[in-house]
């Protein structure tokens, strides 16, 4: 954005003896003027099945996104930046699946959440500044990273004399995140890096575990 001299009156002799090249300035355009572009490309795929077996009812579902470019240009005639796969740029893969299967009162499903690698620097940092980090996190990539959730859910609905009528319209849920315990890269952090700490896909808190118990009241 800026204001660009849109009309001037004719050069003065005046002017011109004082050293000018042009005339004043007779008219100002001080419009907003796109200067700077960016280009994404990015692909959404999903997939959803579901099956019934004498064993109960299955659904299978998958989703990834895979976004190829993003690419940024910040001023006319300077370099278009691509940031997929830096620090400060969009991962190029990231996918979730899940299986669940149901019978009765019965409810159980697992999921997967799937981060793709991505550079320890950003897409503007200098050699040396690359060289530096890669030093300090001893690679210049951080691995890719999956984690596994299950959930599980118990109806009480047959549940036998008084219990009957206590339990009705009651559900049990448990649920584990990250049930393999598996810890997020750990980032390292230099001075000049500004992400420190975990990488932010991942919890640092590691395994953790919910309980649910619901009543509900009335029709």
Do not use: C
Request: a positive charge; hydrophobic letters at 35%; charged letters at 15%.
């Amino acid at each position: 954005m800026g204001s660009t001299p849109h009309g001037r009156n004719q050069l003065t002799a005046a002017d011109a003896a004082l050293g000018y090249t042009g005339g004043t300035i007779r008219e100002v355009n001080g419009r907003t003027v796109n200067i700077a572009k960016s280009l994404m490309e990015a692909f959404d795929l999903q997939a959803d099945y579901s099956w019934e077996t004498r064993f109960g009812s299955f659904a299978a579902n998958v989703m990834a996104t895979v976004q190829p470019r993003l690419s940024q240009q910040a001023a006319p005639g300077s370099e278009n930046i691509d940031t997929v796969g830096y620090s400060n740029g969009p991962l190029k893969w990231r996918a979730n699946a899940g299986l669940r299967w149901s019978r009765g009162a019965w409810d159980l499903s697992w999921n997967l959440q799937y981060y793709d690698a991505y550079r320890v620097y950003t897409s503007t940092a200098s050699a040396t500044s690359r060289n530096n980090l890669v030093l300090g996190q001893g690679t210049e990539w951080i691995p890719t990273q999956t984690y596994h959730d299950v959930y599980g859910r118990y109806r009480f609905e047959n549940a036998p004399g008084f219990a009957s009528g206590l339990l009705e319209n009651t559900e049990l849920q448990i649920s584990v995140q990250n049930v393999l315990n598996t810890s997020p890269p750990i980032l390292a952090s230099p001075a000049y890096y500004v992400v420190s700490g975990y990488a932010a896909e991942g919890n640092p808190r590691l395994r953790r575990y919910s309980i649910a118990f619901t009543k509900r009241f009335g029709r």
